[in-house]
């Protein structure tokens, strides 16, 4: 149990539309990170937020964004959503305060672009 | 390059048996850590085991193990009497660098598919 949950569970949209998917955590961690894993490839780092602030990006354009709330809730958001968006997106909280400390990650969100 | 090379897409054991899984990495950063995840059909992301570049010693969790061999930059995992439910892709990524934005930056690689017949 990571403590980690996501909603929605799945999600349909079509193209040109806009998403928000949410994360929050039982514990509280103030390292919140995305992920975007299309099908049958490893996850891709999209953000890391730190303190409400996003705090390093991978090679993700400007409409993937996101926020982070006091709570240590978060969301991503997707705008002009396109085909190729269509994967299983996760986040995963921070788990320790040590440099050997992992990211434990949420069971994810299905997004199918149409 | 690729970061991260798992250049087994599908393995199959036996129940009872032992397994390896390869993975062979590529940075220039001293500083960097290794991980092992398990992602059954369900899609979690499910937390192995964790190598550190400056440990000296190969971690281990229950049955699991990570066979880290620094000078061919390998991180192989190892997992010992495998198990019916071990059946599931299984992820080695690494995290370059000890603080700041690199916390939360895993690199994947593309994923082993694991399965254990009875």
């Known amino acids: 149990e990571t403590g980690v949950t996501q909603s929605p569970t799945h999600l349909i949209k079509t193209r040109g539309q806009q998403v928000t998917l949410r994360c929050s955590s039982q514990?509280?961690?103030?390292?919140v990170s995305w992920y975007q894993q299309a099908l049958g490839q490893g996850p891709q780092f999209i953000f890391q937020?730190?303190?409400?602030?996003?705090?390093g990006r991978g090679n993700f354009p400007p409409r993937f964004s996101g926020l982070q709330f006091p709570n240590y809730s978060s969301e991503l958001n997707v705008n002009a959503l396109e085909l190729d968006d269509s994967a299983l997106y996760l986040c995963?909280?921070?788990?320790?305060?040590?440099?050997?400390?992992?990211?434990?990650f949420g069971p994810g969100t299905r997004l199918t672009v149409l | 390059a690729q970061k991260i090379t798992q250049t087994q897409p599908g393995m199959f054991v036996q129940e009872k048996e032992a397994v390896t899984l390869d993975c062979t990495y590529d940075?220039?950063?001293?500083?960097?850590?290794l991980f092992w995840y398990k992602q059954p059909s369900s899609g979690e992301m499910i937390f192995l085991i964790y190598?550190?570049?400056?440990?000296?010693q190969n971690a281990t969790e229950g049955r699991y193990s990570l066979n880290f061999q620094k000078a061919r930059k390998s991180a192989n995992l190892v997992i010992s009497a495998s198990q019916l439910g071990d059946s599931a892709m299984y992820f080695c990524?690494?995290?370059?660098?000890?603080?700041?934005?690199?916390?939360?930056?895993?690199?994947f690689g593309q994923g082993t598919i694991l399965t254990v017949h009875p």
């Open positions: 995963a909280r921070r788990g320790g305060i040590t440099s050997t400390d992992t990211q434990y």
């Open positions: 514990s509280g961690h103030n390292t």
């Open positions: 937020y730190y303190r409400e602030e996003e705090n």
């Open positions: 940075t220039s950063d001293p500083s960097y850590g």
């Open positions: 190598q550190g570049s400056y440990d000296q």
């Open positions: 990524a690494m995290r370059e660098g000890l603080g700041g934005t690199s916390y939360g930056k895993l690199t």
